[in-house]
Nanobody, 115 residues
Framework: VQLQASGGGLVQTGGSLSLSCTPS????????MGWYRQAPGKQRELVAT???????NYADSVKGRFTISRDNAKNTVYLQMNSLKPEDTAVYYCNAQSRAAVNYWGQGTLVTVSS
């Protein structure tokens, strides 16, 4: 089972994009789901996470601009990105961790913010 991310693309500074991520097959007991990103020449970094009960955590760089949410019935996680900046340009990866400590990753979706 892999996670399938979609919604990336090219947007101008100040614009918005919405990402979504869903498993390719049946999965059970997903606990924390989240988004990470990796810019060219940089390490992968946390963007936001959300637990199965809805508790969220954000990187300081995206607080107030990005919103993470999830649909537990669909095992789908979303990332609404507003007021995008050129420094948000990166490949965005979704991640899910099950209660059985299985770690799932998506293939990544490219977000490019032009100045």
């Amino acid at each position: 089972v892999q996670l399938q991310a979609s919604g990336g693309g090219l947007v101008q500074t100040g614009g918005s994009l919405s990402l979504s991520c869903t498993p390719s097959g049946r999965v059970f007991g997903l606990d924390v789901m989240g988004w990470y990103r990796q810019a060219p020449g940089k390490q992968r970094e946390l963007v936001a996470t959300i637990t199965s009960t809805g508790s969220t955590n954000y990187a300081d760089s995206v607080k107030g601009r990005f919103t993470i949410s999830r649909d537990n019935a669909k095992n789908t996680v979303y990332l609404q990105m507003n007021s995008l900046k050129p420094e948000d340009t990166a490949v965005y990866y979704c991640n899910a961790q099950s209660r059985a400590a299985v770690n799932y990753w998506g293939q990544g979706t490219l977000v490019t913010v032009s100045s």
